[in-house]
């Protein structure tokens, strides 16, 4: 065995890197918890603070709530959807300026919404097959200090600029801008290959679907009302470590009503021919914030005296083709889950939790309402009949994005802690370990999904 | 936080202005680091009994410089009377008087400490006349020295020998730096028990230790303190208070618990995150608390139950649940931060000196409990501390409640954890019940 000059390593770490590849099992990957930091409404609290700031603040909560100080992780992965190019090193920077050993490897992930998700399960994979024993997953965004491009234009000069040799040269080079050069280029919600906003997107779903605006404001009360009674439980207390005065997700608005939120005029939608039915309130709202999930072996997650809330069971990607109207931008996850599920032998009957992330209510309402229709069923899923309903009562029962807040990358690693919590609660059901789904949409017509286990 | 008088009063100019002037002079006071000398200079051991040459022979043997006689004009780092066979009150005159002639010699900083027995104790008026004595001369005494001295008792209950281990960790604690802001204060070792550490610069080594409140200021320091003494730390504050406590958190290598004390599980909650997390529990500091003024005339519900419930009733709780785990059965230590408001008064903390006050009952009332598992239960009572709070105090206020001691400043918040810190250590096993001031002997409520 050679060593390779792995300092730090501790002897039952090297355990797992004596035998050869063939010979070694596939293991459980441990949820052992999480942290994040409050999520904030884009313009708010976190006005000031970079993805760099937030992962960082994210990362350390996470790393004095399970005493890692110097500790060398196998590796952490995250990533942001709004990335400044100066970021490209992002998360290994956030470890850097960590209490973690600076030995520890890290690396970029971005999967637009799916990031944080997919860093689980990417890392989640690593230590299944015994490449790693302990990893951090997580995500981050910032829509108030998203990255601003120069036009293509200026772009192109300034590129010129730095190749000309001569002052003639550069005068040449100087002399092609023009006013309309000088003009930002801000990122912006919009898919490129349509130009239409995520917003405009989902309407187009949402009205194909017959969602009502009822329905989808009380799907938004749900997620607020469920969110201020977890807080008020205590649930977040060792999920969340405050940030720059935060100590609750800004969006969270503890006291509203249907009422309230059916007064809200709609905002994406109005010129599609049908009624107009989404509104700020059943929208998530631009949002800054960072999550993070250890993740660990069973017996790293021993030897270092950590809880062991849940298992990564299993993952799945899919995408649909948004850009020809064939299905929904976000109707990924209608594909993914029935995948996953046949996979894994199960049905929607065997899950006790299903976090679905609320990107806008209109999503959520339009995948379960995909998974109810027969002729769906049939003829894009290739089943008998309808893929199934959900008991609606085991829905984001401690909220999600629509009150919570939606930072992009952040979203996936603040569900994966959330129900490895709740799953742990929870126990067994019925003699076997209590199951969670989760079901996240991305741009680009992309979704990711995933299974966790209790113990 | 920075007592801007007291840079000012030590620098040439600023010195000979105050000088002049006949301002305070409020000394830099010494304080402990590691690898930090005892004491500044030589020891001078007064007093002929078999106590006083036993304990003259132990301060040898811990290579340290001791005189059994004053050498004329040589500068000494302490002196120490030890009066733990007194009769009558003319037995004091011997030992006092000799080292009264020995007083201008003590150097900055230097340390005057008598041994003695309580008055309590006896049944012989005479006998009681001279302990008691000693309690107005030494504090008498620690308002007379100049230049950061400070003067402290230990009292040695009847069957406690002056070379007990507690009589010798007080001791220690007493000379050295770590006691920088304890002055005109009796510390009482009622038992023979506790145990010297096998290193006096990592006393807490191998102990698992609970603050509350750790987040910042005094629990901050406190947290620190334990760690630089080799406690493993889980560091308890309100969840709003997470990221001050997660920033403590990693400084110290320890875990964060966020936590409201008050709830009716933080007790099991600690127990549970300390026995999982680090194998076991022997140390608790409470030390949250919090301050909601106000003139007992216009006090409210709120004010009154919020303080009575966080800084008293919590505490009480925790400590029921303490006591009923198996888990903290092994030498258990327990300090609570109290304060001199609950000894001495203060206007418009009604609320506070209540809950104070309360918290040294509790302590004197628990002591018996935690003795019978080997354990101890003590409280530490801080004076005037420079923290964020009070900081916020407005000036003039500031500047009395900072002066008015015999040091003529405030303490720091470590000097609040090195008192807490000797407490929790085993080698102060024979001290229970006990409650210290760290208050540079405050000059208002004695």
Redesign the interface.
Known sequence: MSVNGQSGTGPHEFASHTTSGAARPVRRAMIVGGNRIPFARSGGAYTKSSNQDMLTAALDGLIARFGLQDERIGEVAAGAVLKHSRDFNLTREAVLGSALSAETPAYDLQQACATGLETVLGLANKIKLGQIDSAIAGGVDSASDAPIAVSEGLREILLDLNRAKTLPQRLQVLSRLRPKDLAPDAPSTGEPRTGLSMGEHQALTTAQWNISREAQDELAFNSHRNLSAAYDAGFFDDLLTPYRGLAKDSNLRADTTLEKLATLKPVFGKSLGTEATMTAGNSTPLTDGASTVLLASEDWADAHDLPKLATVVDGEAAAVDFVHGKDGLLMAPAFAVPRLLARNGLTLDDFDFFEIHEAFAGTVLSTLAAWEDDEFGRTRLGLEGAFGSIDRSKLNVNGSSLAAGHPFAATGGRIVASLAKMLQAKGTVDGRPARGLISICAAGGQGVVAILEAL | MSDKYTTLVNQGVGRNIAKRLGLPQPALLRRYKPGQSLVTGPILVQGSTAGADQLAATLLSWDLDVRRHAVPREKLGAIILVLDELNRPEDLEKPVLSAASSLRDLGASARVITISRPAAETASPAQSAARQGVDGFLRSLAKELRAGATANGIVLSERVQSTSPSTLAALRFFLSGRSAFVDGQFLTVATEQGNLPPDFEKPLAGKVAVVTGAARGIGAAIARTLHRDGATLVLVDI?????H???V??EV????????IS?AEAGQRIIDHAV????RLDIVIHNAGITRDKLLANMDHGRWTSVLNINIAAQLRINEALLASEHFRNSPRIVSVASTSGIAGNRGQTNYAASKGGVMGMVRASAPLLAANGGSINAVAPGFIETDMTARIPFAVREVGRRLNSLQQGGQPSDVAEAIAFLASDAAGGINGDVLRVCGQNLVGA
């Open positions: 969840p709003a208070a997470g990221d406590l997660a920033a958190a990693n290598r320890g875990t964060a618990l966020q936590l409201d709830s999982r997390r680090h194998g």
